[in-house]
C-alpha cells in the first residue's frame, strides 16, 4: 500500500493514527500526530490496551506499507502514558528511578524495558478522545492524560501473540516477613492484610489469588506448585514459576529485606525512607510471563517509585496488623477464621 502521500486524520477520528518515529542515532523517539520531516516514522493506529491507577498503556498497530522508511524495525513497544493525577510521577523521572535504583537489580532479559518517548502536540489530545471508545474500568472512566504531556515510555510488550496462552500477570509481593511483624506470627505480611480486608469486605486482585507469597521462594517445591497453580492454570508457566523463576523471586526477597531491614514504626531519616520507598516498590511489583516463540518470557514491570507520602499509610497498615491480632490469626471474636492459605500457619 502506497501510504506516502499520508495524512494525519483529525483528533475525533477512531482509531488515532499517529507516526512513531523510533529512536534514531541521537534523535529520541517521537509520537507525533504529523509526519515527521526529519527521520523516518511508521503510520500506526494507536489502540487502548488498559490502564491501571496511574498510567495508560496504548498498542501502536503498523500501518501497512511497503516504503521501508515507513516501517518499524525489530519488536514494536507499547507505549506508556501517566494519568493527569498530582501523585503520579512524569515519565522522564520514572524512568530515572528505574535506571538508578532497580536496573542494576536484575538480569536484562528479565526487566520490561523502558524507553523515553517525546509526545508531540496533538499526539495525547487524539488519545484522550479516543478513550471515550472503550469500555473502561467504572472506578477510572474519569481518568485522563494531560493534554499537554511531553513524554511518555516504551516499554516491552508483554502480550501473548494471537492464540497463545493468555499473559499471566503475578504480583510476588512480600517475599519475607515484615520486619515488625510478631516473632510467632501465623500470617506474613500480605496475608495478613488479605485477611484485615476479608473481614471489611474489601478483597484485592492479588488477594482474590488466595495464595501466599512466602511458598513461592520456599525451599519445599510443593509449596512452590501450590503457589504456580495459584498464578496459572498454564502447566508451562507452572513449571517455570516453580522452578527457573526461583533465582529472580529469590532476588527480589533480598532486595526486600535489604531495602528494609528495619521496617516503619520506628521514625526514618531521609536514607531509610527512601529505601523503604524502593523496598515498597519492589513488594508492590509486577512479573509478566507469556510463552512465546522462543519459550517462556519473563519480565518484572511495574517498578514505578513509590513516594515517601506514603510513609504513614504503611506505618499505620503495620500498626493495625499487629495491634488487632492480624498476624497472629488472633484477630477480634466476630472476624476471626482459621487461617489456612499462610505458609506460617501451615508449618
Ligand atoms: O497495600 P497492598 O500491599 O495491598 O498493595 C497495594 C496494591 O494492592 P494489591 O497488590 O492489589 O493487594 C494496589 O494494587 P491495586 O490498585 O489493588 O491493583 C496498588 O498497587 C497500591 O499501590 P499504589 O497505591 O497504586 O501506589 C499498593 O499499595 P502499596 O504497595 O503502596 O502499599
Ligand atoms: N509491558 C506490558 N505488556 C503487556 N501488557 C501490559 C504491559 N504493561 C502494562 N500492561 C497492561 O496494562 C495494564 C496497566 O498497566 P500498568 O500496570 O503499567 O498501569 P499502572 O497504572 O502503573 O498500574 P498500578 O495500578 O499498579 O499503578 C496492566 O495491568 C497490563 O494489563
Redesign the pocket.
Known sequence: MDLSNYTPTPQSAFPPRLWFAQKHESLAAQVSIQRPVDRPAAPCVTLY???????F?FKFSPQDCQDPSMQLQGPVP?L?IRKNLSHVQGAEQQLQAFNEHFRPLFPPQHL?EHELVELDEGAVPALNASLKRYKRPSNRSGDVMAEDEKYGLL?????PLPREAR?V?LKPKWLAQSPTAPRDAKRCRTCALRAQRAARGVRTATDAQESCPLALVSENVEDRRQAAAAATQDKTLQVYIVRDALPLFKTLREKQQEFDARGVLDDVDDAATADVCKAMTLRDC?L?LHSGPLGIEARL??L?MKQPEKLDKWRSVERSLIDEGWYGNAEPGDAWTEEKVCLLSRR
Open positions: 490496551l488498559n490502564e491501571g491507577g496511574a498510567n498503556v507499547l506508556r520490561i516499554v516491552t510488550d508483554m502480550s499473559l500477570q509486577t509478566f514491570g511495574d514505578d
